[in-house]
DNA sequence: ATGACAATCAGAGATTGA
């Protein structure tokens, strides 16, 4: 089975460059984030059209997340649990049955610029809610995982130029701190498992050639649990996708599972 | 020091992103 992650930075916009990845990359299930569209008018025509069932959690303008699947999903949840105040849509899961049943869960966790300030407070609580959700999953012993633009950097040697980042929400210690506490309860991080080494990245800035300069940085994750971790067969980033016309400005993810 | 670049909503330019 093979799951990948790709923040798409908008469904209109990516309308498209997205079919056009999957039918090259044919992955079995694929976590959107930043569909930046209410369910209503998600093109889910397009995809299900393909042989995909289309499953989204979206909201106006920003934010959004949906789950694609050539297999049945089953137990479609949205919102990441732990504050019913929160009103910005993040967070999809559901069960796909394949040989195995896996738990996705996809998230788009908050940029949390600029730090200090509310919106970087606003970060660190999901991550205390995700971290929650996090160790349920475990306790179910079930094969899961968990993936998406988590919007960390977690060490220098995923980002071209780390001293550019040392204020940034997406790689100032507290933040970094949290991304480990998470993983610390027991999961393994797919992509690190599989490669080691620098100039791995899975974002470019659109601004000042970024993607001519290969400045990027590696803010898309997979978090497996033991059991999932048990099954994973690859890990690779699609980089090729930024170099395309009118392209995200993050590429996709995946990883093969023997489920 | 600033802006660059892209997307959205709206129908210009503010907001958001990372």
Request: hydrophobic share 35%; net charge negative; with cysteine.
């Amino acid at each position: 089975m093979k799951i990948a992650t790709f923040n798409i930075n908008g469904i209109k916009a990516r309308i498209n460059a997205l079919p056009d990845w999957l039918k090259e990359a044919e992955p079995d299930v694929a976590l959107l984030q930043e569909i930046k569209s209410v369910d209503e008018n998600f093109p889910r025509e397009i995809f299900e059209d393909m042989g995909y069932n289309v499953e989204t959690h979206g909201q106006k303008s920003f934010n959004g997340v949906a789950i694609l699947s050539k297999l049945p999903l089953e137990d479609v949840t949205r919102g990441l649990p732990g504050d019913d105040e929160d009103e910005q849509a993040r967070w999809i899961e559901a069960t796909v049955v394949g040989d195995k049943a896996v738990r996705v869960c996809g998230l788009y966790l908050p940029n949390g610029n600029p730090a200090p300030g509310p919106k970087y407070d606003y970060k660190l609580a999901w991550m205390k809610r995700l971290k929650t959700r996090a160790q349920q999953l475990l306790d179910s012993e079930d094969i899961a995982l968990m993936a998406g633009d988590y919007n960390i950097i977690p060490q220098a040697e995923d980002a071209k130029s780390p001293q550019n980042w040392q204020e940034d929400a997406l790689y100032r210690p507290e933040s970094r701190r949290a991304w480990r506490e998470i993983l610390n309860l027991g999961f393994t991080e797919a992509f690190r498992a599989r490669v080691h080494g620098p100039e791995h990245y899975s974002f470019w800035d659109y601004q000042a050639g970024a993607w001519d300069r290969n400045d990027g940085i590696r803010i898309d994750h997979f978090l497996l649990t033991p059991q999932c971790a048990d099954l994973l067969t690859d890990c690779q980033i699609d980089h090729h996708i930024r170099g395309r016309e009118k392209p995200s400005d993050h590429v996709p993810v995946w990883v093969e599972l023997a489920a």
